[in-house]
């Protein structure tokens, strides 16, 4: 059911029967984040016929129907999963709001798209009620996944374009379950058939991960101390960490800006180091996203840090299948930790070459295993407040490849869009918290362009911007000889 604005639905209009499953403390460290996929597009949006699919999404997929509660021994957060055949009417199972803008959109951006441009304002793709953190989803009793729609309407000659955002708890929905999620809205909004995952029992459920993981620490099971990535701060180095944020939003000038790398650019880029890779390894699997994540870090840290800083890049990775015992292949919660990329100084980024430095890191992704899991599990459920920064490192980048979701390849022409035109992502917080020191890379637009979201310092800013022009004007030097 369409909501018109994120309200807490009545006592009365709850349903019957209920199933209930408790999420995992991979969950946990992201409680409070409420992460925000956004897309421009050329086009009005049809927003009834955006709720319309939203309704039959949410109703055959009852778990998007359900609502989030907590658990206080031990401090977990469960999923409570509605299983009436017919749900009461007053009973809303997403939250669908929508805006006209009242400033034209050459306001925040200039059209064509160029490769280096500030990224939209948050407030275009979310709701200001929307919940910022699993406590106020709790509290609220408020559907899993809110989605807004501004509106440019058409002026003159300049067609109207329209901004939609997926908001989501990040203590709920991992980056691999919101594109799960995509993908039902998707072929819902095209009328397509869709494997509909099957409801749970009528009763509480353990959470399938949290039980394999804790029978194999019962059971012996090598953890690998120390190579999970995760660091337990408590109060004081959570504090500590937000202090470091704030200074580099308002000491060091971190922005939010999005590049857009031509196709054409980027393939010479990647296929030439991939080349060189197969003299040495030919066996090794290397991916467009290990040559972009290597090259991304070697910019990054090519000006303005101490050679002798030990650096370290926090890629995730999802763990779905390494977990025995049943398919977690429609299992939409956090089951990710970050890859064992090794922990290097700035200096020895700088001197390897790219294609060592992609064959390094791409020979750690391909070694994660379940001891990682494990170690990361034992750490997460003893610690109540740990970050995904690796305990040798001095500094750390975020840097997450999530263009094998294809969130961002959403087709939303169904329901009036001409086009996306871009995509952005958002961590909305609390107390407003901008998270510096990361980069996403966000996936392909229709003309197989790369996005990469950027929120870095001026320094390291300048150095991808620069990376990305060079990159770009090489291209077009090479195309006009």
């Known amino acids: 059911m369409n909501s018109s604005s994120p309200l807490t639905p009545a006592p009365h209009a709850l349903p019957e029967r209920w199933s209930r499953y408790q999420l995992s403390v991979f969950d946990n460290s992201f409680e409070r984040s409420t992460f925000i996929t956004g897309w421009l597009v050329q086009g009005a949006i049809d927003v009834e016929a955006l709720g319309a699919a939203l309704g039959r999404v949410t109703q055959k997929w009852r778990v998007l129907a359900g609502r989030l509660e907590a658990v206080k021994h031990p401090k977990l957060w469960q999923i409570a999963v509605p299983l009436d055949e017919t749900l009461p009417t007053d009973y809303p199972t997403f939250v669908l709001t929508s805006s006209i803008a009242e400033v034209p959109l050459e306001t925040f951006i200039q059209l064509p798209l160029q490769t280096n441009t500030e990224a939209l304002p948050q407030s275009l793709f979310l709701h200001p009620t929307t919940p910022r953190q699993n406590a106020d989803w709790a509290a609220r009793r408020s559907p899993l996944t809110c989605w807004h729609v501004t509106q440019f309407p058409a002026v003159g000659d300049q067609p109207a374009h329209a901004c939609i955002g997926f908001a989501r708890s990040h203590g709920i929905f991992d980056g691999v379950g919101a594109g799960m999620i995509m993908r039902a ?264 362009s790369t996005v990469i979201d950027v929120n870095v310092n001026q320094t390291r800013l300048a150095s991808v911007a620069a990376a990305v022009n060079d990159l770009t004007q090489k291209h077009a030097n090479t195309a006009t000889v």
């Open 185 to 448: 809205v998707a072929a819902e909004m095209a009328g397509q058939e869709w494997t509909v995952p099957p409801p749970p029992s009528e009763k509480r459920q353990e959470n399938h991960i949290t039980s394999v993981l804790n029978a194999k620490v019962a059971g012996g099971e090598d953890t690998g101390k120390g190579q999970c990535g995760y660091r337990a701060l408590g109060l004081p180095g959570m504090l500590g960490l937000v202090g470091w944020h704030l200074r580099e939003r308002y000491w060091r000038g971190a922005s939010h800006r999005v590049f857009v790398i031509p196709q054409s650019a980027l393939t010479p880029l990647v296929e030439g180091v991939k080349a060189e890779i197969r003299t040495q390894d030919s066996d090794l699997l290397v991916t467009t996203g290990d040559v972009l994540v290597a090259w991304l870090m070697k910019t990054i840290y090519s000006e303005g840090s101490s050679p002798e800083t030990l650096a370290h890049c926090c890629n995730f990775a999802s763990f779905r299948d390494l977990i025995p015992g049943r398919s977690l292949s429609d299992y939409i919660h956090n089951s990710f930790i970050p890859l064992p990329y090794p922990v290097l100084k700035v200096e020895e980024i700088n001197a390897l070459s790219l294609a060592e430095f992609t064959r390094r890191y791409c020979a750690a992704r391909h070694s994660l295993n379940l001891g990682h899991v494990v170690s990361a599990h034992l750490l997460l459920s003893n610690n109540p407040i740990c970050m995904p920064v690796h305990p040798k490192a001095q500094d750390t980048i975020v840097l997450s490849n999530v263009s094998a979701s294809r969130i961002l390849e959403t087709d939303w022409s169904p329901v009036g869009s001409q086009g996306t035109i871009c995509g952005y992502r958002f961590s909305a917080t609390p107390n407003n918290l901008v998270i510096g020191n990361s980069v996403y890379i966000s996936g392909r637009l229709g003309d197989g």
